[in-house]
């Protein structure tokens, strides 16, 4: 029996292992001329890859650290060794460790608060929180707006949410962000390089676990395939590309909500994927390449954070052993779109302005790549959708539910790890696992 996969992300990707483990038939169909979706890498010296996508991941992400183990993929920790820049307007020189030098009890009551939310949501159902109807109605920049009260803690607010989210705080639903910190593990968890969601990294880069997941599914992969349209009838569905109709008895769309909305449905589901107010998240990753990391010569570990942009964070990305140096640079939430608008001259210009000015000294970059994930037609924003008010009321409660024989993938359906490589490969594995259990291999629905 065949099954057809939309999208060769990790989701669609882990979905299509899965089931031709199980012995379907598998065709996967993906819109770019490369798998991946938003892991993607790119070259800084030759061989030596870093991620213009997803980068860091934690102990608590089990799937993603059992496929690099079956993949004899190897982890290196995040650099964060060394002393933090700060441009926070009062708040600016350098510091040892990540705290920034704003009003600690201003920060400590942030993100207090912020935890406090987080614990109050239902994480597994995030709409079935008791006060959810409450707590979608209103942004989180209505939230900041009523709840906090000191100028360091409302500076700091929208740079913390773009770095954990890449949101605008207009753009997404106060209990949205609860969800989100909460899925991701909690605020200390998620904000947290040692330990903590970003302690690692793929050596090499991520987007080598979808390029080695293709490699086992060799000849069943179909790329420069954007799917158009999904018409399902009594017998099975038909799946609609500019290369023709395929038939099959089941699908996986592992797409982005936005992006599984722009595929015509016959019949339509009953809620689409994405509502109203839901918004693509917006990042761009600038990566300014050095002949080695200069700043660690400085004491430096190449942290920094700034309230101006364009790159409103920088990490130290470089390479173990690849004698380049690279410094990452987000930028995020509605700087993002401003960012993302400039020609590409002027783009270069403002970054490497910004990383002289938060590294003194630091020469001229060998190079810089910059990743638009804002504009990317088939991403619509990174690092995942942002769920609006009113979105996790409405759509939360049919989120995975199959629509008859199409079932729903992509990192955008899983409670656990929500946004994030982890929720991507966890939502692959359940759509295979509801297949498998739905259909046996002739075909026939149970
Ligand atoms: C800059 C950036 C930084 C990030 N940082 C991190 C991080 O540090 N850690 C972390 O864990 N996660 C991070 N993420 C998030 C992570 O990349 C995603 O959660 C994950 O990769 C999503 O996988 P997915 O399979 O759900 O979706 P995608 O990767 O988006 O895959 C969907 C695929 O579907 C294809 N497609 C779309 N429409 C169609 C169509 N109509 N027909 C056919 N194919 C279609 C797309 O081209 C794409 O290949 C980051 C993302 C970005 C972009």
Known sequence: MRVVVVGAGLAGLTAASGL?????????????????????????APGSWVDAGAAYLGGQHTALLALLDRLGLKTVPTTVTGDSRFALGAGTGTRPGRFPPLSAVALGDLFDQLDDLARRVRVDAPWLTP???????????????????????????????????????AD????????????????????????????????????????QLAARLAGRIRLTTPVRAIHQDADGVTVHTAGGPIRCAAVVVAVPPLLADAIEHRPAPPVNRAG?????????????????????????????????????STVDDSPPDAGVGV?????????????????????????????????????APLRIEITDWVSARYSRGCYAALFGPGDWVRLGPRLTTPHLRVHWAGTETSTAYFGLMEGAIRSGHRAAAEIRLRTDLSGRSR
Not at 31 to 42: E, L, M, S
Not at 151 to 160: E, H, N, T, V, Y
């Open 276 to 312: 109203d107010r839901t918004a693509p998240g917006c990042a761009v990753k600038v990566q300014l390449i050095y002949p080695r990391p200069l700043w660690r010569e400085h004491g430096l570990s190449g942290w920094s954070v700034s309230a101006t942009g364009p790159l409103l």
């Open 327 to 363: 410094l990452t640079g987000f930028v995020t939430g509605a700087e993002a779109h401003r960012f993302a608008a400039l020609p590409a001259a002027e783009q270069r210009a403002e970054a490497t302005a910004q990383a002289v000015r938060l590294f003194p000294g630091l020469a």
């Open 172 to 211: 997404v639903s106060v209990l949205h962000m609860a969800f989100y910190l909460r899925s991701g593990g909690g605020l200390s968890y998620l904000n947290a390089f040692e330990g903590g969601a970003q302690d690692s990294r793929v050596d090499g880069g991520a987007h080598q676990v979808c390029e």
């Open 20 to 44: 031709v483990e199980a012995g379907f038939e598998v065709t996967v169909l993906e819109a770019r001329d490369r798998v991946g979706g938003r892991t993607h890498g790119v070259e800084v």
């Open 131 to 169: 006060d959810a109807a409450e707590l979608d109605t209103r942004t989180a920049a209505d939230w900041a707006q009523r709840n906090l009260t000191h100028p360091d803690a409302r500076l700091f607010f929208p740079l913390f949410l773009g770095e954990m989210m890449a949101a605008d705080p």
